[in-house]
């Protein structure tokens, strides 16, 4: 298992590409199940685990997909497959979006249930009562469930709560029954937004996609596309965060400031300058952070997403933060290894009160899933000494080549194999 080993508490100084959004690239790769036709989907980050998976999970669903650089390439094979197989949906609960499109076209659909993960227990029940809504019947059976419906309905879906995954699961579905559906309450991330955009080149017509309500014209008959990835405002997050808790000046390319307008705001107010234009982002700060309280919710609120990598920030604070966490029930798993670098934080239930120290010290940690991995990263930039992370597999699943881009700023990172 690879380790990162940096040595902190060196200021970052340079320009960061950023990467094509993978929570945008996997719900777009997989309703390439919707046609026959071939579809390139360009700016994926196609270095990431996930997207290996996901090419995996088209393979075995009787696609052919193959990696070229940045793109991927989607064509048919022959006829397609409608069973998700377990040992790919348990490396990534983001296989379970290949429910809807299967069953909008065959009318059946086995999939194995994503069990909880680190960060929550993660149900499925809102893209099944979803399916329900839009006449499909269900089945559990040995850890899978079945849906079948010969003929999905058309029809509005009011979902309670605007979970991403089911609002994408539905409206790719969607995109594949002749008729209008609408779907209330609907998640309003931008990886939604372009999932919107592809449907509609693949020939639905979406409409409303970034708003609660989001109403598709399927068609039963789609056609291929190309389409290029929104940036990924995840990992730009992570670096706009990492350059304010290191200090320094860090300068994003590729990214898009328009989906981080809550994240900007917060690191605005700990004192850092952050400027954009055009698809890039600049950070510069020079001082200690001020303490900034901040509370996850759906988009366009702060993202759950970047909650660790802001807790780490926090933990070197002039003062006082709160960090409240209300979208995952257990997502503080950093916050004992942040502990373990000298960091004050004292959580219960989905609060975290933290206490700024002046300097964090390396420390040997372990990351225990995605973004928590970047918080212990960022900690570990900041830190005087050297910090030794392991699980790194958890990092690469959403950051590509973080040692090389983290290098492009001046940061000393190395990965030992
Ligand atoms: C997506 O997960 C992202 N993953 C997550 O990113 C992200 O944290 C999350 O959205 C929230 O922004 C991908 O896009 C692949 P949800 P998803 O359905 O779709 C509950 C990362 O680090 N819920 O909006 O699974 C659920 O348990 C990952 O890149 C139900 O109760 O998120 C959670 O508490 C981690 N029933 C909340 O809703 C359901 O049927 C939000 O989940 C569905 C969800």
């Known amino acids: 298992m690879d380790r990162l080993v940096i040595e902190g508490g060196r200021p970052l100084s340079g320009t960061v590409p950023v990467s094509g959004a993978k929570n945008a690239a996997l719900p777009i790769l997989i309703a390439t199940l919707l046609t026959d036709e071939p579809c390139v989907v360009e700016n994926c980050p196609t270095a990431l685990r996930d997207i290996r998976t996901t090419v995996r999970l088209l393979e075995s669903l009787g696609k052919r997909a193959t990696v070229e650089g940045a793109a991927v390439r989607v064509e048919s094979t022959g006829s397609l497959k409608t069973q998700a197989p377990y040992d790919i949906v348990k490396q990534m609960r983001a296989s379970v979006l290949a429910a809807g499109p299967l069953l909008a076209r065959f009318g059946l659909v ?17 893209h099944l009562k979803g399916f329900e809504a839009m006449g499909a019947r269900r089945i559990a059976d040995q850890g899978d469930i079945i849906l079948s419906a010969p003929r999905l309905k058309p029809g ?49 017509k979406v409409t409303g996609a970034g708003t609660a309500t989001v109403t598709v014209e399927g068609r039963a008959r789609l056609h291929g596309a190309r389409h290029k990835v929104i940036p990924d405002r995840i990992e730009a997050g992570t670096f706009l965060i990492a350059a304010a808790a290191a200090r320094g000046l860090v300068r994003l390319t590729g990214a898009d400031a328009g989906h981080l307008e809550a994240v900007i705001a917060a690191l605005r107010r700990t004192g850092a300058t952050v400027k954009s234009g055009r698809g ?36 070197l604070a002039a003062g006082f933060a709160k960090v409240r966490e209300t979208v995952f029930e257990n997502r503080f798993m950093h916050a004992a290894e942040l502990a373990r670098m000298g960091a004050q934080i004292a959580a219960s239930g989905g609060t975290a009160v933290v206490a700024g120290v002046e300097r964090l010290s390396g ?17 570990a930039l900041a830190a005087k ?8 597999y958890h990092i690469d699943r959403g950051y590509e080549a973080v040692e090389k881009k983290l290098a492009r ?8 194999k």
């Open 409 to 416: 700023a001046g940061a000393r990172v190395e990965r030992l």
């Open 156 to 204: 509005v879906v009011k979902l309670r709560f605007p979970s991403v995954g089911a609002t994408e699961n539905l409206m790719t579905a969607a995109a594949a029954v002749p008729g209008r559906t609408v779907i209330r309450n609907a998640a309003r991330e931008p990886e939604i937004e372009d999932l919107g955009a592809f449907l509609t080149k693949l020939g639905a």
């Open 385 to 392: 000494g050297r910090t030794v992370i392991s699980r790194v």
């Open 110 to 126: 086995r999939v194995p249930i994503p069990g909880g993960c680190a960060i929550g227990l993660r149900p499925i029940d809102i």
């Open 363 to 379: 420390a040997p940690i372990m990351a225990s899933d995605l973004r928590a991995g970047a918080a212990l990263l960022i900690a």
């Open 280 to 315: 890039w982002i600049e950070l510069r700060m020079e001082r200690r952070p001020k303490p900034v309280s901040v509370r996850t919710e759906p988009y366009p609120g702060f993202p759950t997403d970047l909650q660790a990598p802001w807790m780490a920030l926090m933990t």
